[in-house]
């Protein structure tokens, strides 16, 4: 069967492009793909063939780059969420309304989204591109980016450290998902990791051995691997012009004041027999210039990395794994939000080094660097599980079942359970 299948993201770049490559894919197979995403992006959707509209402009960014602690950034970054709910879930219900949908695919981080998806009673699925902060017998409390525990000293640690860390965090998430689903009108949620396994599926933009194995996953979990994607560009001239191994140095996509990286690396490895290339996507590359380095906005990375020896990145789990998916190692440099959980998965998995953020010179970059280059073997090792793990086509076949185990009819679409309830606005806002 043919669907219309409406995808709803978040304001995030890092969020919409892995699952562009899974809508291409659905495209390929016959369904018709509706976008709600940002208004920079509309453009390059309907090229796509996707029929694409703004999210609501109010939406604002996350500034967890203020916070002077990395539990502090994580509570930032989930009350800016908490705030956001009200304006994603009218939005979805006003695009529920005009697609008339057979299937809703929605960002995990847009959380009234996900309880409208929820109330609305057809097929949906969601996506998650960054590390599951799911609690497990087989890995370490999520966030200080622990390496997991050996023996029973590291058992007694993480037994210790959870409820300092992922019970912190739940304190204070649980009460704005409840709030938000209260609004909405859906079952409360009994525990904050109760909200990535609520989706019937969620599509897990990554694979073993990159993330933790482990005996406990939930069942609603598909790996897919990253699904990496850049944005149309063609290949500069000069790029083609380099003869000597690439070094790709990248930041966020979303600011976070990281663009001391980028000059640590260029001061750091002036001397060494590489080219140094460097994006900058959420900064401003004016000033940053050395000889024999390129400083850009934007390249696509895909096209660096074919001839990169490594790859050095803040630690955001997109830059990370499209370096990894091409066999090429990473050297991280964490700054906060999920990064110090994949600076230590990607040093745990033997595919590259980890630097803190705190300790960054030029001198213990390049040393970083070095390290970092003979660490080839084991992005390879992971570059196999992601090609394994299927990619969009897997993606696309977990949205297919889906469809095929919950299909509804159009008199379902817009149910009253999708009117906002009594005493409050259609935007929740109240």
């Known amino acids: ?9 978040s304001p995030a770049r890092g969020h919409l492009f892995p699952i562009i490559p899974v809508l291409d894919e659905l495209r390929a197979r016959g369904h018709k793909i509706a976008l709600r995403t940002l208004t920079s992006y509309i453009e390059m959707a309907g090229k796509r063939g996707f029929a694409a509209a703004a999210i609501d402009s109010a939406i604002e960014r996350v500034d967890d780059y203020t916070a002077h602690t990395p539990l502090g950034a994580q509570i930032r970054a989930v009350r800016t969420l908490a705030r956001r ?16 949908p057979d299937m809703l695919l929605v960002d995990i981080n847009a959380w009234g989204a996900l309880a409208v998806a929820e109330s609305w009673g057809g097929p949906w699925a969601s996506w998650c591109p960054y590390p599951l902060p799911l609690p497990s ?22 037994a210790v450290v959870a409820p300092l860390t992922f019970g912190s965090m739940e304190r204070v998430v649980l009460p704005l998902v409840n709030q938000v689903r209260a609004a909405v009108g859906v079952p409360l949620l009994a525990d904050a990791s109760s909200m ?3 989706p019937p599926v969620l599509l897990y933009m990554t694979a073993e051995p990159f993330d933790y194995p482990r005996s406990d996953w939930p069942e609603n979990i598909r790996f897919v691997g990253p699904c990496d994607w850049d944005v149309p560009m063609q290949i500069p001239d000069w ?30 490895l002036a001397e060494e027999p590489m080219a ?19 400083v850009e906005r934007f390249i696509p990375h895909r096209a660096v990395l074919d001839r990169a020896v490594c790859a050095v990145t803040h630690g955001g789990m997109g830059a990370t794994q499209k370096a990894l998916a091409a ?15 994949i600076a230590r998965r990607l040093e745990v998995a033997h595919a590259g080094s980890r630097l803190p953020a705190r300790r960054l010179r030029p001198d213990k970059l390049r040393a ?60 929740c806002r109240g």
Request: proline share 7%.
């Open 85 to 100: 709910a009200p304006l994603d879930a009218s939005d979805l219900r006003d695009a529920i309304e005009q697609e008339a």
């Open 196 to 198: 990535f396994t609520t």
């Open 276 to 294: 140094v290339i460097a994006t900058l996507p959420a900064g401003d590359p004016g000033g940053l210039r050395r000889a024999g380095a390129r």
């Open 327 to 341: 066999g090429v190692p990473v050297c991280t440099v964490p700054f906060g939000r999920d990064q110090l959980e």
């Open 1 to 9: 069967m043919t669907a219309r299948i409406l995808t709803y993201t």
């Open 239 to 268: 790029l083609r012009e380099i003869e000597q191994p690439i070094v790709l140095v990248t930041t966020s996509s979303e600011f976070q004041d990281d663009a001391r990286l980028v000059r640590a690396a260029l001061d750091g």
């Open 137 to 158: 017998r087989d890995a370490p409390p999520f966030g200080p980016g622990f390496r997991p525990a050996r023996g029973r000293l590291g058992r007694l640690r993480d």
């Open 368 to 427: 970083k660097v070095r390290e970092a280059v003979n660490c080839r073997d084991g992005a390879i090792r992971i570059a196999e599980a992601y090609r394994a793990a299927g990619g969009p086509p897997a993606a696309a076949d977990a949205c297919e079942q889906q469809l095929r185990t919950l299909s509804v009819t159009s008199a379902t679409y817009v149910s009253d359970s999708l009117r906002a309830p009594a005493g409050r606005d259609r935007g």
